[in-house]
C-alpha cells in the first residue's frame, strides 16, 4: 500500500502517541512533539482570528482586523516544511509503492534507501540555499503587522534540516549493502548529470526525456511524490542554467500560497471534526431510512452518502472514512463482499471530487483566475449527475446479483433518523448560503464549519479536550503533507515554464480545436491522476490550460469541473489510484479482488463527464441562476 497520507483520515492519532518507526531517538520525538503543539496552536489561532475578522466587517462593518492574512503566509510555509518534515517521519506521504513492494527484499531495502538518499539531497539542496534568502531577507517586513520576512524563511531552513535527519536515520536503519548500493546509484547519477549538465542545457529535447524518465524512476522507485517533483525541477533549472538555487528555494516558498490557501487546513480540520462528532453514521441512517428499500438500497446509501458527506469535509480520504467506516459495517452484516464495498466506495470518492468543499477546487480557484465560490456552486450539478449514474448501474446490478433490498423503513424511523442528521446536514446550507450571501470567501467561510463542527461534537459528546488534540494534530499531520507537496509541485511547474515545455503542451493541446479540447483534457488529467493527487496536478496543469479554454471560447467554469472530475476517475484507477487503496484498507479488500467491480463503475463515470463536457449547461446553470459572477 502507498505511504498515502491520505490514509491518516482513516484514524486520528491519540493524542501523545506517535507512529514511529523503530530505532527512533527521544529527542526527535520531544522535536516532533514541539512541532506540532505549534502547528496545533497556530491553527487553532489562524482559526479564530478568520473568524474574528470575518464576523467583525460582517456584523459592524468595521476593519479593526484588518491585516490578519499577512500571517497566513508564515503560518502556510512553517506548515509546509516543518509539519512537512514530521509528516515524512511518520510516514504519512504520497508515494506509489507498488512495485517496490512486490520486489525482493534486497531489492527493496535497495528502493528504499534509493529514495532516503533523493530526500537528503533535495532538503540539502532546499535548506542550504534557504539560508542567503534567509540573510537577504533580514530588513524586510510585511507592511500592516511588521512581521519580518526572515520569518517567512526560517522554517524551510528548520524544515530542511529536520527532512535530512530523519532521512539519514531511515537510510542507515537500512542493510548494510542496500546502503552501499544506493549510495553508488545514486552519487553517480548525480556525478553524472553535473557532467552531462552543459549536454543537456544545448540539447532541450534530450533534456526532456531524461526529466520524463527521471520523474517516472523516482516514481516507481518508491520516492515520496513531492521530492520527485522537486528533483525533477532542480535538475531542470540546473541543467538549463535558466535560474539559480535561490529562485528555487522562493518559488518553494510561494508554493505554500496566502490567504486563499487557509481554506484547505480549515476545512480539513472540519473534516476530522466531522469523523470524530459521528456526523457521518447519522447521514447514513438518515439515507439509510429514505432510500433503502430501493433495488440495490444499501449500495444506493453508500453513494448518495459519500455526495452528502463531501459537503462537509474538503479531505477525499476524510470523506470516504466518514461514510465508509459506518457504511462497511452495514455492508457486511447483508453479505456484500468486500471488493464490491471498496469498488462503490472509490468509485463514490470520485463523482464526488467537485462536490464543494473539495480541496480540488479550492486549488483550481487558488491558482487559477476562476472564482471559488463559484466553483463551489458549479460541481453540485456534475458530481450529482455522476452520482445518478452511478445509481442507476447499482440498480442494473442488484437486478441479476441477487442484492435484496431493506424493508421500507416506517414513517416514524424516517422522521426520528431526520431529526438525527438535521444539524450536520445543515453545514451544507451554512457554506453554501454563506458565499451565495456574501458573508465571506471561502476562507472565512471556512472556520464556519469548522466551529460548526466543534459545537455539534461538543453537544454530541463525541469531542473533549484530549480528542480534540488529537483531531489537531491528524489535522496538522496531513496538511503538512498536503502543503509541502504543493510547495514541490510549484518547483516542478515554475521550471518547466521557464523552459518552456508548459507552452509547447498548450500550443499542442490548442491545435487539436473546441471539440476535443475537454476529452483531451480528461484523458491527461485522469492519466496524471493516477500518479499524482488532485491538488498537484492542478498547481501543475491548471493555470496551463486556462487561457486554451478561454482562446477556444470554452467556460471556465466547465474546464474547471470538468478537470476537477477527471482527477476523480484518476485517483481511483488501478492499480496505482490512490483513493482506491484508501477504499480498500477501509473496506479490507486486496486492491487485485477490488479493481474487477470497478470495471463496471469506470465507464459510467466516464460516461457521465463526456455528458458534463458536451452540456455545458450542467455546470453553468447554478451559477448563472444565483447571478454568481465569474
Known amino acids: 500500500m ?13 493524542a501523545g502517541q506517535a507512529a514511529y518507526p523503530p530505532g527512533v531517538p527521544a529527542w526527535l520525538k520531544a522535536v516532533d512533539s514541539s512541532v506540532i503543539a505549534l502547528l496545533n496552536v497556530a491553527l487553532v489561532v489562524e482559526v479564530v482570528l478568520v473568524f474574528a475578522s470575518t464576523m467583525t466587517r460582517s456584523l459592524f462593518n468595521s476593519s479593526a482586523l484588518m491585516g490578519i492574512d499577512e500571517g497566513s503566509p508564515l503560518f ?106 544506493a549510495s553508488v546509484a545514486m552519487w553517480g547519477t548525480v556525478l553524472l548529470l553535473v557532467f552531462l549538465k552543459a549536454d543537456l542545457g544545448a540539447h532541450p529535447h534530450a533534456l526532456y526525456a531524461v526529466l520524463a524518465a527521471m520523474f517516472f524512476g523516482l516514481v516507481a522507485a518508491g520516492v515520496a511524490v513531492g521530492f520527485a517533483l522537486a528533483a525533477v525541477g532542480i535538475v531542470c533549472v540546473q541543467a538549463a542554467g535558466s535560474a539559480d538555487m535561490m529562485a528555487v528555494v522562493m518559488n518553494a516558498q510561494r508554493g505554500s500560497g496566502g490567504f ?30 429514505m432510500i433503502g428499500h430501493v433495488r440495490g438500497g444499501l449500495l ?7 455526495y452528502l458527506s463531501s459537503c462537509i469535509s474538503g479531505s477525499k480520504a476524510a470523506d470516504m472514512a466518514m461514510i465508509g467506516l459506518p457504511m462497511n459495517r452495514k455492508l457486511e452484516a447483508h453479505g456484500y463482499a468486500p471488493e464490491e464495498r471498496a469498488a462503490l466506495l472509490a468509485a463514490s470518492a470520485a463523482m464526488s471530487e467537485s462536490v464543494p468543499p473539495s480541496i480540488a477546487l479550492i486549488l483550481l480557484g487558488s491558482a487559477t483566475s476562476i472564482s471559488t465560490g463559484a466553483l463551489f456552486i458549479a460541481g453540485v450539478l456534475p458530481a450529482a449527475t455522476l452520482g445518478l449514474m452511478l ?57 464556519f464549519a469548522v466551529l460548526y463542527g466543534l459545537a455539534l461534537g461538543l453537544g454530541y459528546r ?62 491527461i488529467t485522469i492519466i496524471l491522476g493516477t500518479m499524482l493527487e488532485s491538488f498537484v496536478t492542478i498547481i501543475i496543469l491548471a493555470p496551463l490550460l486556462l487561457p486554451v479554454a478561454l482562446q477556444l471560447g470554452i467556460d471556465p467554469m466547465q474546464y474547471g469541473i470538468v478537470m476537477t472530475e477527471a482527477f476523480g476517475i484518476g485517483i481511483i484507477f488501478p492499480p496505482i489510484g490512490i483513493a482506491l487503496y484508501v477504499a480498500s484498507a477501509i473496506c479490507g479488500a486486496r486492491i487485485e479482488q477490488a479493481s474487477r467491480p470497478l470495471l463496471w463503475y469506470l465507464p459510467v463515470l466516464i460516461a457521465g463527464l463526456l455528458l458534463v463536457a458536451f452540456v455545458p449547461a450542467i455546470t453553468t446553470v447554478l451559477p448563472k441562476w444565483v447571478n454568481f459572477k465569474y
Do not use: H
Request: hydrophobic share 55%.
Open 2 to 14: 502507498p505511504a498515502d497520507g491520505a490514509a491518516v483520515a482513516l484514524q486520528p492519532l491519540d
Open 300 to 306: 444506493q446509501v453508500m453513494i448518495v452518502g459519500v
Open 462 to 523: 463525541k469531542v473533549s479536550a484530549r480528542s480534540l488534540w488529537s483531531i489537531l494534530t491528524s489535522a496538522s499531520l496531513l496538511n503538512g503533507m498536503i502543503f509541502f507537496t504543493v510547495s514541490a509541485a510549484m518547483i516542478f511547474s515554475w521550471a518547466l515554464t521557464l523552459e518552456g515545455v508548459t507552452a509547447a503542451i498548450a500550443t499542442t493541446i490548442a491545435g487539436l480545436g473546441a471539440a476535443a479540447f475537454l476529452p483531451a483534457v480528461m484523458v
Open 391 to 447: 445509481m442507476l448501474m447499482v440498480r442494473f446490478r442488484a437486478s441479476f446479483a441477487g442484492w435484496k433490498p431493506l424493508p421500507r423503513a416506517p414513517r416514524r424511523e424516517v422522521t426520528r433518523t431526520g431529526r438525527r442528521a438535521i444539524l450536520p446536514l445543515m453545514i451544507p446550507v451554512i457554506l453554501i448560503g454563506g458565499i451565495i450571501g456574501g458573508i465571506g470567501t471561502p476562507t472565512e467561510v471556512s472556520t
Open 260 to 289: 486563499i490557501f487557509l481554506a484547505l487546513p480549515f476545512f480539513i480540520l472540519a473534516g476530522f471534526i466531522m469523523d470524530r462528532a459521528d456526523v457521518g453514521s447519522r447521514i447514513v441512517e438518515f439515507v439509510g431510512s
Open 76 to 181: 502556510l510555509v512553517t506548515l509546509s516544511f516543518l509539519g512537512g518534515a514530521v509528516s515524512y517521519g511518520r510516514g504519512q506521504f504520497i508515494a506509489i509503492t507498488l512495485l517496490i513492494d512486490r520486489a525482493r527484499p534486497a531489492w527493496n531495502a535497495f528502493f528504499k534507501a534509493c529514495a532516503e538518499w533523493v530526500v537528503i539531497i533535495v532538503s540539502v539542496l532546499l535548506g542550504g540555499y534557504s539560508v542567503p534568502l534567509l540573510m537577504a531577507n533580514a530588513e524586510e517586513k510585511t507592511i500592516l503587522l511588521g512581521i519580518g520576512y526572515v520569518w517567512m524563511t526560517l522554517p524551510i531552513t528548520l524544515g530542511c534540516t529536520l527532512f535530512v535527519v530523519r532521512a539519514g536515520l531511515s537510510l542507515f536503519s537500512r542493510p548494510g549493502p542496500a546502503i552501499v548500493a
